[in-house]
């Protein structure tokens, strides 16, 4: 049984790990795409805040699709 436990312990320190690295990624996109927003927003490039937060949630949802098939 302690062989085991230590087992589900390694894969679950690994399956955290992977976690971590997938949500500072996502993070660090988020805050890029933030600042691109802004940038955008700031040439005067004409798309509005509406069509900005569909693209990012179109994102969004593409990731989380993405996810569940390789789940």
């Known amino acids: 049984m302690e062989i085991q436990m230590e087992k ?12 971590k690295n997938a949500q500072q990624s996502y993070s660090e996109s988020d805050k890029l795409f933030e600042e691109r927003k802004v940038r955008w927003k700031a040439c005067g490039c004409g798309t509005d805040d509406a069509a900005l937060e569909n693209v ?14 390789s789940t």
């Open 8 to 19: 589900f312990a390694d894969k679950f320190g690994v399956l955290g790990t992977h976690l």
């Open 56 to 69: 990012q949630g179109t994102l969004d949802f593409r990731l989380r699709a993405s996810v569940k098939k």
